[in-house]
């Protein structure tokens, strides 16, 4: 099944929460992002677990989220394509971008979580980039982000099929025939 579980990713701003809702109002099973949902959590209880105030407490708690979400589709899930934004090594790539060590532990739990080996990752667009409550980077953060996520998807054996810029549309009909391709 896990071979179905796609990640959506890429530096802040790319497009992909857009791409997913668009996915979502077709059908598809979407998954949203840990991060945005941690920051929210944290800013309302005024908590710790955010990246301008302790950020290793918030890869922390991204890194459990991820896991905890990942098994709960796995569990619930008996087929179908399911669409992340973002999977358990976006965590990693904050915690290398961050200096953060990753343990022997993490690295276990990362070989064990696997989603499908194409993960689609949406380049830096400036066009459509802004900040907001939750996003912060700046542009060339944003960039850096990107070539960060790409190397860290790499490292651990993922195929990287970078999604061009244009509609939403446009996008989700590259995935879903990038996907077809692979099936046949």
Do not use: H
């Not at 991204?62 to 999977?87: C, H, L, N, P, W």
């Amino acid at each position: 099944m896990s071979d179905q579980f796609y990640i959506i990713t890429g530096g802040p701003g790319v497009g992909k929460t857009t791409l997913l809702d668009e996915f979502s109002r077709n059908g598809f099973l979407t998954v949203e992002e840990e991060a945005r949902r941690i920051i929210k959590e944290q800013v309302s209880i005024d908590g710790d677990g955010l990246p301008w105030r302790n950020k290793e407490l918030y890869a922390q708690l991204m890194f459990e989220a991820s896991v905890k979400t990942y098994q709960k589709i796995k569990a619930e899930t008996a087929s179908g394509i399911v669409f992340f934004d973002r999977g358990l090594l976006d965590t990693i790539c904050y915690m290398d971008m961050e200096n953060i060590p990753v343990v022997q532990e993490k690295e276990r739990i990362i070989r064990e979580i696997m989603y499908s080996k194409n993960v689609f990752i949406l380049p830096p667009w400036k066009d459509i980039y802004e900040n907001d409550t939750e996003r912060k980077q700046d542009w060339n953060e944003a960039v850096f982000t990107f070539k960060k996520m790409k190397e860290t998807y790499l490292k651990y054996g993922y195929m990287v099929i970078e999604v061009p810029k244009d509609t939403v549309q446009k996008r989700c009909t590259f995935i879903l025939d990038r996907i077809q391709r692979d099936l046949q």
